[in-house]
């Protein structure tokens, strides 16, 4: 924590406050190294999501932790929550490089640790630190991009963060499922932290030229807010307690699940917008319908490939690759919405937008009838995805237009707190219903789970596609008047 220490200085090096006319686009002159950077970046958390997701199954089934499939990606979310409050501090003060670094190398230590995991508990730890590294690394992320780029920029370089998940959307799948099966699950982790090196490379020094140190730092401020930081531990254990709870389903696990919920409601209150839990008007319906679309999509997808691989037959891979196409189509969405004439019609885009994850979510498990065709999941999905795009992009540009440059990465926290919180959370209730229905039966491969339990999964699709319509209400409190 010696790095966040104030300097002893009426006002620190500030990074230069970008203007219209520092470049024509994110790929002008100005703007193209630093562009290609942190575009790398995403890349490689995209290649390592798409990836890790296909070799889940596999290793769940290995490690004979089926049963404690939510918790492999609850365990990253609960994590990452204390790494977003930390970095949005963290940024503010001391700009966004040093939490970038921090996370991109705990991102690797954690995937090492998965790797070589030889029970279901050691590998959860692994994808916790991984989720530490994720927290770190998306709000410094976004502090770059509100300090780099002038706003009219802002939704093209969103734009290109979601365009650098289509290689690996498709990609992905293919390349873990064919190191899934021809190698073992584990190399799909261990391989993964080597591509840290060229987005390293390629960023840091474009980030410590265009967007290094604070904004503004007063003699005598104080180093972090501690409070808050004590409010993102909170809602972190909290978080990991609730999650506990959920898939025990003992009487005795009331204790845990209460204290969790002691922890969290005070965290919330303090570290998101004031009036987001009844989506007051404004910033704060803009951080509630990041997370109810991100937690009702994320807790859905998290369940295809172990549906289709357990209750359809389908190997990793094309388990895998179902999703794939979503990529692309969840980057056409973020592309419409960052075109000039879509402007006006934001809030109306977005609500179409949930529309569709709702309505993708509702198919997917339509697959659990043998007569309905297993692409039938591929052609939701990327329906679903295309609505993502339009939604997760927009929410993404509308915090930063609301937000004031010293608040950017505070700002930039609530909104993946909510997004991460409403992952755990969901995920959760979700594994919570899958366990209770049996869906934790599924342990000894597809031959013999074929016939288990097909309710656990819809108990888990269709509660999320009623969360995800409650978003479209909620995209009608976006404007403040």
Request: proline content about 6%; aromatic content about 8%.
């Amino acid at each position: 924590m010696a790095a966040l220490e104030p300097r002893d200085t009426e006002v620190a090096d500030a990074p230069t406050v970008p203007t219209e006319s520092e470049g024509d686009s994110v790929l002008g002159r100005s703007y193209r190294a630093l562009s290609v950077g942190i575009v790398s970046v995403v890349l490689l958390i995209a290649f390592e999501a798409t990836a890790v997701g296909t070799a889940m199954p596999v290793a769940a089934r290995e490690l004979d932790g089926v049963s404690l499939y939510a918790f492999a990606f609850s365990g990253y979310f609960t994590t990452s929550l204390f790494g977003m409050v930390l970095a949005g501090q963290w940024s503010d003060r001391r700009g966004p490089l040093g939490a970038l670094t921090t996370g991109i190398s705990a991102f690797g230590l954690g995937l090492l640790l998965s790797g070589t995991a030889s029970a279901m508990w050691p590998f959860i730890l692994g994808r916790a630190v991984q989720g530490f590294g994720g927290g770190l690394v998306i709000v410094a992320l976004y502090v770059v991009v509100g300090r780099a780029y002038p706003e009219r920029l802002r939704p093209a370089i969103m734009a290109a963060f979601a365009a650098s998940w289509v290689v690996p959307s498709v990609v992905g799948p293919l390349a873990a499922g064919a190191v899934t099966e021809q190698l073992g699950w584990r190399w799909v982790f261990v391989g993964i932290p080597l591509l840290v090196l060229l987005p390293m490379a390629l960023a840091l020094p474009q980030i410590r030229r265009r967007a290094s140190g604070p904004v503004t730092l007063r003699k005598g401020g104080s180093s972090v807010d501690r409070r808050r930081i004590r409010l993102a531990l909170g809602i972190s254990v909290g978080a990991g307690l609730l999650q506990y709870a959920a898939q025990d389903l003992r009487w005795i696990s009331l204790l845990p699940g209460a204290a969790g919920a002691a922890l969290i409601v005070p965290a919330v209150l303090g570290l998101l917008p004031r009036g987001t839990y009844r989506a007051a008007r404004g910033l704060p319906s803009v951080v509630l319908l990041r997370g109810v679309s991100a937690g009702s999509f994320i807790a859905a997808e998290s369940f295809v490939p172990l549906m289709l691989v357990t209750q359809r037959g389908l190997s990793p891979t094309l388990a895998g690759f179902s999703l794939a196409a979503g990529g692309a189509t969840w980057a056409l969405g973020s592309w419409v919405q960052s075109r000039p004439r879509a402007e006006p019609y934001r809030e109306r885009l977005m609500t179409f937008g949930m529309v569709l994850v709702a309505a993708a979510i509702a198919a997917a498990p339509s697959v659990l009838i043998d007569s309905v065709p297993v692409w039938t999941v591929a052609l939701a999905w990327g329906f679903g995805c295309f609505g993502m795009g339009l939604v997760i992009s927009s929410t993404s540009v509308l915090l930063l237009h609301l937000s004031a440059p010293e608040e950017a990465g505070t700002n930039s926290a609530a909104l993946q707190i909510s997004d991460g919180l409403s992952n755990v959370l969901l995920l959760a209730a979700g594994g919570a219903a899958f366990a209770a229905l049996g869906g934790g039966a599924v342990t000894h491969g597809a031959a013999q789970a074929s016939g288990s339990h097909p309710a656990a999964f819809a108990a888990v699709f269709l509660p999320m596609a009623g969360v995800a319509l409650f978003g479209a209400w909620v995209t009608t409190r976006l404007r403040t008047a």
